[in-house]
């Protein structure tokens, strides 16, 4: 099972950039997905959530500019990043809660992230 996140870049402040996580390989089912971010020398954080029924959980320094969604066929999550800030600059990672084909269990995969460079 591999995730691949996709969508990092510069931008000014006040712009909006979309990150796509796929997961692929011999997968099961796919629980909740969701993405992570991590500035240099801070802690990996939360960032939003979305469960296979589509409920959503986010971070309060995001809420109102980002917007997490789904696509459940494709195995793959987005970020809408909107009104974006200086702070919000970091490396964007995926993760999913999957049960793989080949395993009973439900795990955690991490896509490898993408950089998020948000200019003043």
């Known amino acids: 099972v591999q995730l691949q996140a996709s969508g990092g870049g510069l931008v000014q402040a006040g712009g909006s950039l979309r990150l796509s996580c796929a997961a692929s390989?011999?997968?099961?089912?796919?629980?909740?997905m969701g993405w992570a971010r991590q500035a240099p020398g801070r802690q990996r954080d939360l960032v939003a959530i979305?469960?296979?029924?589509?409920?959503?959980n986010y971070a309060d320094s995001v809420k109102g500019r980002f917007r997490i969604s789904r696509d459940n066929a494709k195995n793959t999550v987005y970020l809408q990043m909107n009104s974006l800030k200086p702070e919000d600059t970091a490396v964007y990672l995926c993760?999913?809660?999957?049960?793989?084909?080949?395993?009973?269990?439900?795990?955690?995969?991490w896509g490898e992230g993408t950089l998020v460079t948000v200019s003043s």
């Open positions: 979305i469960g296979n029924d589509g409920s959503t």
């Open positions: 993760y999913a809660d999957l049960i793989a084909a080949t395993s009973p269990v439900n795990v955690d995969y």
């Open positions: 390989g011999s997968i099961f089912s796919v629980n909740h």
